[in-house]
T-cell receptor
Framework: NAGVTQTPKFQVLKTGQSMTLQCAQD?????MYWYRQDPGMGLRLIYY???????DKGEVPNGYNVSRLNKREFSLRLESAAPSQTSVYFC???????????FGPGTRLTVL | QKEVEQDPGPLSVPEGAIVSLNCTYS??????FMWYRQYSRKGPELLMY????GNKEDGRFTAQVDKSSKYISLFIRDSQPSDSATYLC?????????????????FGQGTILTVHP
């Protein structure tokens, strides 16, 4: 039981490049989430998916898109990366009781 | 004013000390209260969650909620060097129902704890 997995662990992009961050969970959870964590700003919600086939914006969605590919997988795409998107990105899935959220190990992204 | 305020720390304590970590909140709509532990360069790890006022114990950890005062605490007894990490309080508001329910978490800023031998 791996929980929540994320790929890649690290990535360096140039301004304007695109990339997709992958997330998968094996806990059979319905809801999944993408956060970014920045010094002094804490964890902020980018997008979430309440269930397979639905996605919605969180607190800081600009510059991102998401796809809920199936119940297990939820990807985050940066279409044209900007230095302001340099951050650590975490994926989480919501548990069955109180939607308590379980986090992945994170992706450290640097945009030059 | 932020919805969740966490004592910023940092805290540095000797091994064996009792540690108290605290958060206040302003939104009465929060339904459940959680504590996460985050080691350096790792993802947040769920430590405890609770929904009612009172205490909940799990080993050396006790989570306390006072809804009337909008105040939550985490106590760590017999602290160990392995407890050195950033501790995040988080509060959740649930939406939807059944298989389409989801939760919006609001985090505190985190308290860095160092337990020295």
């Amino acid at each position: 039981n791996a929980g929540v997995t994320q790929t890649p662990k690290f990535q360096v992009l140039k301004t304007g490049q695109s990339m997709t961050l992958q997330c998968a969970q094996d806990m059979n959870h319905n809801s999944m989430y993408w956060y970014r964590q920045d010094p002094g700003m804490g964890l902020r919600l980018i997008y979430y998916s309440a269930s397979e086939g639905t996605t919605d914006k969180g607190e800081v969605p600009n510059g991102y898109n998401v796809s809920r590919l199936n119940k297990r997988e939820f990807s985050l795409r940066l279409e044209s990366a900007a230095p302001s998107q340099t951050s650590v990105y975490f994926c989480a899935s919501g548990g069955s009781y109180y939607n308590e959220q379980f986090f992945g190990p994170g992706t450290r992204l640097t945009v030059l | 004013q932020k919805e969740v305020e966490q004592d910023p720390g940092p805290l540095s304590v000797p091994e064996g000390a009792i540690v108290s970590l605290n958060c206040t909140y302003s939104n009465s709509a929060f339904q459940y209260f959680m504590w996460y532990r985050q080691y350096s360069r790792k993802g947040p790890e769920l430590l405890m969650y609770t929904y009612s006022s009172g205490n909940k114990e799990d080993g050396r950890f006790t989570a306390q909620v006072d809804k009337s005062s909008k105040y939550i605490s985490l106590f760590i007894r017999d602290s160990q060097p392995s407890d050195s990490a950033t501790y995040l309080c988080a509060m959740i508001r649930l939406y939807g129902a059944g298989g389409t329910s989801y939760g919006k978490l609001t985090f505190g800023q985190g308290t860095i704890l160092t337990v020295h031998p």
